[in-house]
């Protein structure tokens, strides 16, 4: 079986665990910042103090309904377990049966992750409602996924999953509830459950809102239903890879994936990589899909320029031919300081200023010693 590529590992966002390796990836495009470890683990935390910023607000939403039921000022709590107290009070939903997730991970009762409470721009806290006698199991079942997908990384094909529990393998087979739970935690635990489930439309629906990358495991027929193929885009663009032939040549939901993540270009149909508008909205958010553009169009002058006006880091991708092209290099310039196209949020502005060093300085029109 094809190995899946690093982007699609990426979106499956497997969970970490003390008890297996520390490498998993999830989607940039999300999140970038770790949650704490699982329930019952440990959280992994900075040796030093982490100063909260003074007013700054953390929010728990629910998981389901997307509901805000708590906003609460990130310095009075400071660990999970005053967060679960703040939740009940604010929700009267009990600590027990709270599963609190952030980062891809279940939040423990130790510090909260600094990335959380530092960062104004820090997604919600995910509160997740759950059987008391659950979290040991979902525990067990997110950890069995992510180190099948450390296996893939390393080893090749997927990693059995005889390391199920029998209970575990009977609560995915036979409660639908937990089965959702599982899912809201980690997408990729689609690859756990049963056919049927796999084209259970709610079910892989839950999965491909986590974890886009998840959509590789559901059935045949849901990767070529649109609404799930664009649930999973929304989360990553890259699920385009698993989207059925059909889609990936429909202009719409292409774009969309381009939208969310520009190497999704490498998973669109050939005759929609000719058109001009779906070349540049993969550029638009990554400069590197330049090299991915069919030579029918990269080789045209003025799309070069107008792709460089829309992500100045395509520079760095240009054909050999362009690279000194003098009104291309300007393009870049002007769109590194801000004067060209508007910014895509998944290009990287800490890049300008080293790229603007690299440039060299503007050309003056009397200077015919620079011109030609």
């Known amino acids: 079986a094809r190995q899946p590529s690093r982007w699609s590992l990426a979106a499956c966002g497997a969970a970490r665990s003390t008890a297996m390796a520390p490498l998993i990836f999830r989607s940039a495009s999300r999140l970038s910042s770790r949650g704490g470890g699982s329930s019952g683990g440990s959280t992994p935390t900075s040796p030093h103090t982490t100063q909260v910023p003074v007013g700054l ?137 049963s056919d049927a489930l796999r084209d259970d439309r709610e079910v892989v629906l839950t999965a491909v809102s986590e974890s886009g990358g998840a959509l590789m495991f559901a059935s045949e027929a849901l990767r070529g239903d649109s609404e799930v193929v664009r649930a999973a885009l929304a989360q990553n663009g890259t699920a385009l890879e698993y989207a059925s032939a059909e889609l990936r040549r429909d202009p719409e939901i292409v774009l969309s994936a381009l939208q969310s993540s520009g190497e999704a270009f490498r998973y669109v149909g050939e005759e929609l990589k000719l058109r001009r508008e779906v070349a540049l909205a993969a550029v638009r958010s990554w400069g590197a899909a330049l090299e991915e553009v069919p030579y029918a169009v990269a080789k ?11 992500n100045g880091d395509a520079l760095h991708h240009l054909p050999a031919a362009f690279r000194s092209d003098k009104e291309i290099t300007m393009a870049a310039r002007e769109f590194w300081a801000g004067r060209g196209a508007d910014r895509d949020p998944s290009t990287i502005p800490v890049r300008a200023e080293h790229f603007l060093m690299r440039l060299p300085p503007p050309v003056k029109v009397e200077d015919k010693r620079a011109i030609g």
């Open 57 to 193: 607000l953390l929010r728990v939403v629910d998981c389901f309904s997307g509901e805000t039921l708590l906003e609460v000022p990130a310095d009075s709590v400071a660990d999970g377990t005053r967060l679960r107290v703040a939740v009940r009070k604010a929700a009267t939903i009990p600590v027990e049966a709270q599963r609190l997730l952030w980062g891809g991970c279940a939040l423990d009762s130790g510090p909260l992750p600094p990335g959380l409470t530092t960062n104004p721009d820090a997604p919600a806290v995910r509160l997740l409602r759950v059987e008391v006698d659950w979290h040991a199991a979902l525990n067990r079942v997110v950890s069995v996924i992510a180190f099948s997908i450390n296996k893939e990384l390393f080893d090749g094909p997927f990693a059995s999953d005889d390391s199920l529990r029998g209970e575990d393998r009977a609560l995915l087979e036979g409660n639908r509830d937990f089965v959702l739970a599982a899912l809201q935690e980690n997408g990729a635990v689609l690859r756990l459950l």
């Open 300 to 310: 045209e002058r003025d799309f070069l320029l107008d792709a460089v006006r829309a």
